[in-house]
């Protein structure tokens, strides 16, 4: 028996410190992104975490440790969600051919699980935070979250986009879509409150997420339209009886 209890306290005492390691992490993504990195105590982010003080040079070596480490755990969960679709979009593109269909389909999947991870999301809302400051003044955070994750997303971006229009992924135009159709998803974190606002939403369900996936859908087809497919606004317009 006591072969057997000593089999399991390591085990124990390891999910212990898992779950100690995650509340901090947890907390110090909210009081950082409120705060600052300034702004913020250790004390402040152990005690919203329900941990003993000592546990944050215990687990992360100092603040600024914790800061990393919450930069760190940003790029984890964002690739969880992320790392699928991108892997099939890099499969597909590393075929000798991929129909346009199957390359607009990959192009939606990618658009809506961004969208998904970024809009409506309690867990984006303290990412947006924390992330919105490091954009405002860039540190040893910044790298991690872009290096991690934001510039593999964005290529993956760039390169379907590139695939779709006929142009190389180097064209400066295409990054600059690639942009443009990232930004049409991320203004409704970004700017959550003002658009609920002015949409007149209290939030944002399910099913107003699902409202602004099938409009981005939308633009990013209308945009990625052949030009000879499209029509011109005078071709639009009724023509009078008579004329």
């Known amino acids: 028996m006591a072969l057997e209890t000593a089999r399991h306290e390591p085990a124990q005492s390891s999910a212990r410190g898992d779950d100690t390691r995650r509340r901090l992490i947890d907390a110090a993504l909210h009081i950082f992104g409120t ?34 480490a919450v930069a760190q755990s940003i790029v984890e969960d964002g690739s969880s969600e992320m790392l699928p679709v991108i892997q099939r979009i890099d499969e597909a593109l590393s075929r000798k051919h991929l129909e346009r269909e199957a390359g607009l389909a990959l192009l939606h999947e990618l658009l809506n699980t961004f969208s998904s991870m970024v809009i409506g999301s309690r867990r984006a809302a ?9 954009q405002l003044q860039p540190g040893a955070a910044f790298e991690i979250l872009f290096e ?11 390169k379907i986009l590139a695939h779709l229009t006929g142009k190389p992924a180097s064209d400066p135009r295409i990054a600059v879509l690639s942009q443009m159709v990232l930004g049409q998803a991320l203004i409704f974190q970004n700017c959550g409150e003002s658009v609920l ?3 007149g939403w209290k939030e944002f369900s399910v099913d107003k997420v699902s409202l602004i996936q099938g409009v981005l859908r939308d633009n990013v087809d209308l945009i ?12 639009r317009k009724p023509r009078r009886k008579g004329a």
């Open 35 to 68: 705060y600052g990195f300034e702004g913020t105590s250790t004390r402040a982010v152990a005690d919203k975490a329900g941990a003993n003080l000592a546990a944050i040079p215990y687990y992360f070596g100092s603040k600024e440790g914790l800061y990393r």
């Open 126 to 134: 303290g990412w947006s935070r924390f992330i919105m400051r490091e």
């Open 148 to 158: 991690g994750l934001m510039h593999r997303v964005g290529q993956t971006f760039i």
């Open 197 to 199: 606002r002015l949409l």
């Open 224 to 235: 990625l339209e052949p030009r000879a497919k499209r029509v011109s606004p005078a071709a």
